[in-house]
């Protein structure tokens, strides 16, 4: 892994921000490899496994909500729900409610891989946080929330804007 040192001749509030965003952003990253790289012993992505951890833990869920709760695009979803699908992993059926929807949920393969994998899941995750103590785990935690909620309340406070970004390439 290349390590940059922050040369960022801005002021120093701009410095440290900058340098806490990519430590935040290279730890995240290590933590995230090291985590799940016994996934692929099951012939699951990063992603795969979200979706199956996040039926099982929260049952059926329409496409929309499950990419809101594993942090991905809609879009990149669809694959990984087809492949899933086509693995026998999960099932897509209409809600009975609302026929627009569709809501996936585990088959009973997907819900025995899962079982067999989630341990072992955890205790990567658990070794991966390993060199926190306690104390330090607390404080990531505590500090983890602040940022993510304070980020949240920007997003939701800004104003929404109609336009669509100009591509550099089209000239559109």
């Known amino acids: 892994m290349c ?22 952003w290279r730890a995240s990253h290590a933590v ?3 985590s799940n790289r016994h996934l692929a012993a099951h012939n699951l992505t990063i992603s795969q496994f979200g979706v199956i ?5 929260l049952g059926p869920l ?3 909500v499950l990419a809101e709760k594993i942090l991905r695009s809609s879009g990149n979803l669809t694959m990984v729900i087809d492949n899933l699908e086509r693995d026998g992993l999960v099932r897509r ?20 891989l899962v079982g067999r994998v989630l341990p072992t899941h955890v205790s990567g ?17 505590r500090l ?11 997003e939701e406070a800004a104003p929404v804007t109609t336009g669509r970004r100009r591509s550099a390439r089209s000239g559109a």
């Open 3 to 24: 390590f940059m040192p922050n040369r960022y001749a801005g002021s120093p509030e701009d410095r440290a921000a900058l340098d806490a965003y990519i430590k935040l």
């Open 53 to 57: 951890e996040a039926l099982y833990h």
């Open 32 to 34: 995230e490899a090291a």
């Open 93 to 112: 059926d209409r809600d009975e409610v609302d026929r627009r929807i569709m809501r996936v949920s585990l088959t009973p393969d997907g819900e025995a």
């Open 144 to 154: 983890s929330k602040k940022l993510g909620l304070g980020m949240r309340q920007r």
């Open 62 to 64: 329409s496409q929309r």
């Open 125 to 141: 995750i658990r070794e991966a946080f390993s060199v926190l103590t306690a104390e330090e785990l607390a404080e990531l935690t």
